[in-house]
């Protein structure tokens, strides 16, 4: 089980580490590809020069079939199609490594993967990884959840898991099926997978369950929990959901579930009035359904309401709402906001100090939505000034990126932003003002990017520690939308 958060935050202020590292699955075949993307943030966030990137992809039985060390320039795009062989295809994974003989910090790069067919694209951030010498790992048990799930004709839920060096070729997954309503078990599943050593196994969970077994999902809203052993691993995974008539990927990364029991909290104090809170925000075209799934320490929190329209101070509503976080008596929490808006829920109550909440937005035409995994925030969070990404560069894309300014008792100070777009070849640079309490929407004008680049890297820079940014990439012609939390 992890550390507290609180005690998480104060361990990575000792954390030395000379090798970052992530590990994605990797789809391509004459349908698919799969990209990953990131900026040199090594250099102008930690003044670190000497730095260097390692990539190794191997197939599912583990085998190592490219091993190459690749330079880092201020933008970066490694297609996997261009590194394989003419017309390659395969089904594996993709380890990337970061070293450098100064001091890294954080033993997770700030990379994305980009799952993409013809019409569609998908992405997620790094987060699983092969642990570094340093750090301490056993055998162990590991539940990981909290992604959305469809299941009928044309999707199945699916799940990848990666390995390290172990020895053991076989383990045993077990998957269990909740009802959203209840929080009650629907089935389970117990099926062996195979582990070769830096292997990789895909699940498709149409594929291990029975048709009364499938039609009987089709009719919920559920959710999946799976377990299964990890060793000298970090254990977040990539899930998601397989589109089979386009063989689209469309991904997230899973979190782990959280004791009913936990005594992980967040409480108001004397500096914060609220233990935590939430941003909602919505911007035309795009529509949104935020999700919270009942995995998390049993509780039933209060939630104030605070919204407004976009650029303006939010005010109370004086309206509540009220999730059960976990246990016997959760429920999927869900709120739509189909309007450009901006909101805030905040709590007095004490509250889990993990809380998830994914944003999936979504245009009128999407077969899928977005899935970003993040969080309520506690008020245990440290401050943060500096905040990066990328994203989609395509002429028929836009991107919007949202950047809200909130604190734990309403009252954060207006400040300046300064935003700054570039790929390899090309680059802008914009300042914007932001008020108290507020939302800045920033419509990226990538004509000023070229068109040499399928992805633009960016940053943003603040007087404020309050903000917090994300950013979605869409194409209204054809429904196609993916998007990420900043780092």
Not at 248 to 266: C, E, G, K, L
Not at 307 to 314: F, H, V
Not at 395 to 401: L, S
Not at 409 to 425: Q, R
Request: glycine fraction near 4%; charge should be positive; proline fraction near 3%.
């Amino acid at each position: 089980m992890s550390k507290s958060l609180k005690q998480d935050f104060v361990d990575r202020q000792k954390w030395f580490n000379n090798r970052a590292s992530a590990v994605f699955p990797v789809f391509v075949d004459d349908e698919s590809d799969t990209h990953l993307v990131f900026q040199n943030y090594w250099l102008w966030k930690n003044k670190l020069k000497n730095v260097f990137c390692v990539i190794r992809i191997r197939t599912e039985d583990g085998k190592n079939i490219i091993q190459r060390r690749i330079n880092i320039e201020r933008h970066n795009e490694l297609l996997i199609s261009n590194l394989l062989d003419s017309k390659a295809k395969i089904k594996g994974s993709v380890e990337i490594e970061i070293f450098s003989p100064d001091n890294l910090g954080y033993p997770f790069p700030a990379i994305l993967a980009f799952y993409t067919t013809e019409k569609y694209k998908s992405v997620v951030h790094a987060a699983g990884r092969i642990l570094n010498s340093n750090e301490i790992s056993s055998n162990k048990k590991w539940e990981e959840t909290n992604f959305l799930t469809k299941i009928d004709n044309n999707f199945s839920p699916f799940i990848s898991l990666f390995f390290a060096d172990c020895r053991k070729e076989n383990t045993m997954l077990v998957l269990k099926f909740m009802d959203g309503s209840n929080n009650k078990l629907i089935l389970k599943k117990k099926i062996s997978i195979n582990s070769k050593p830096f292997g990789t196994s895909n699940i498709y969970i149409e594929k291990v369950l029975a048709k009364k077994e499938i039609n009987l999902l089709k009719k919920l809203d559920f959710y999946i929990i799976f377990e299964t052993s990890i060793d000298r691993i970090f254990g977040r995974f990539v899930v998601g959901n397989y589109h089979k008539i386009s063989k689209q990927h469309f991904v997230t990364h899973s979190f782990q579930n959280i004791s009913r029991n936990s005594t992980d909290i967040s409480t108001a104090n004397k500096k914060n009035i609220y233990s935590t809170v939430l941003p909602i925000f919505n911007d035309n075209p795009l529509k949104l359904k935020t999700r919270s799934y009942p995995t998390n320490k049993s509780s039933k929190v209060c939630f104030e309401i605070h919204e407004g329209d976009l650029n303006s101070k939010i005010r109370n509503t004086n309206n509540y709402i009220h999730i059960n976080t976990g246990g016997n008596k959760g429920s999927i929490f869900e709120y739509k906001l189909d309007s450009q808006k901006f909101m805030k829920l905040s709590t007095r109550d004490i509250a889990p100090s993990r809380l998830n909440v994914s944003y999936n937005f979504y245009l009128s035409n999407s077969i899928h939505p977005t899935d970003i995994a993040t969080s309520f925030k506690s008020n245990i969070y440290p401050p943060k000034n500096s905040h990066w990404g990328s994203s989609v560069l395509d002429h028929k894309w836009k991107t919007k990126i949202f950047i809200r300014n909130i604190d734990h008792n309403n009252n954060s100070k207006k400040g300046k932003i300064l935003f700054e777009a570039f790929t390899k070849e090309k680059s802008y640079r914009k300042s914007y003002s932001i008020k108290s309490e507020s939302l800045v929407v920033i419509d990226v004008d990538t004509k000023q990017l070229g068109e040499f680049s399928k992805y633009f890297s960016w940053k943003v820079k603040s007087t404020l520690n309050t903000i917090e940014v994300f950013w979605c990439s869409f194409d209204e012609t054809t429904g196609a939308v993916c998007a990420e939390h900043s780092f």
